[in-house]
């Protein structure tokens, strides 16, 4: 298994720009999640799914769109790029817990600049 | 709200001490985990803490949970350089099926010769 993927590793928007984070899972996870990364700040949820065709607002939504069409895949789109969002981004996944299982499985993660 | 706080922020040791690093949090919740994030790199699964009293132990690491105190401990016993990289706790919501996870700011562990 991959595990968690996520493209591209790295990347520089001008301002106003957008861009899609690729997030892909082969572990048929029901949970899946995107975080971002600032220096000091630990992590913060940004949005999160439960399965695919359902998504819900994390603790910093606000300039990110999610889908998830799949069980595989899910997406996290920045419409209108600010230098705020320059950080690192971070995607996860995890069983439901009818595996026992709780643990969140995190992907390399993007390292997005916004300048 | 639910804030996880972690203490120290920084720690700098000497191989073979030991040290403990704290996590406290604010509401009750029995799902308590820590990971492991070397620099530039993702985040390591190292434990996950499901109940009061809860202790596991992997090589020089142990971590304990206690769920009354609202608190969780990842003790270091005789470190190595290898140790060296920040740990983050992170804790999730009491009764929450959505597993969402808040977590510390880190503890930021650097073990020198």
């Known amino acids: 298994n991959a595990g968690v993927t996520q493209t591209p590793k790295f990347r520089i928007l001008k301002i106003g720009q957008s861009m899609t984070l690729q997030c892909t899972q082969d572990m048929n996870h029901n949970y899946m999640y995107w975080y971002r990364q600032d220096p000091g700040m630990g992590l913060k949820l940004i949005y999160y799914s439960v399965g695919a065709g359902i998504t819900d607002k994390g603790e910093v939504p606000n300039g990110y769109n999610v889908s998830r069409s799949t069980t595989e895949d899910f997406p996290l789109r920045l419409e209108l790029a600010a230098p705020s969002q320059t950080s690192v981004y971070f995607c996860?996944?995890?069983?439901?817990?009818?595996?026992?299982?709780?643990?969140?499985?995190f992907g390399p993660g993007t390292r997005l600049t916004v300048t | 709200e639910l804030k996880v706080e972690q203490n120290p922020l920084f720690l700098s040791m000497q191989e073979g001490k030991n040290y403990t690093i704290y996590c406290n949090y604010s509401?009750?919740?029995?799902?308590l985990y820590w990971y492991r994030q070397d620099p530039g790199k993702s985040l390591e699964s190292l434990f996950v803490?499901?109940?009061?009293?809860a202790v596991k132990q992997e090589g020089r690491l142990m971590a304990s949970l206690d769920t009354k105190a609202r608190l969780s401990t990842l003790h270091i016993t005789a470190a190595v350089h290898d140790l060296s990289a920040t740990y983050f706790c992170a804790v999730d919501e009491d009764g929450g099926s959505n597993y969402k996870l808040t977590f510390g700011k880190g503890t930021l562990l650097t073990v020198n010769p």
């Open positions: 509401t009750t919740s029995d799902r």
């Open positions: 996860a996944s995890s069983p439901s817990i009818t595996g026992g299982k709780y643990e969140q499985y």
């Open positions: 803490l499901l109940s009061n009293g």
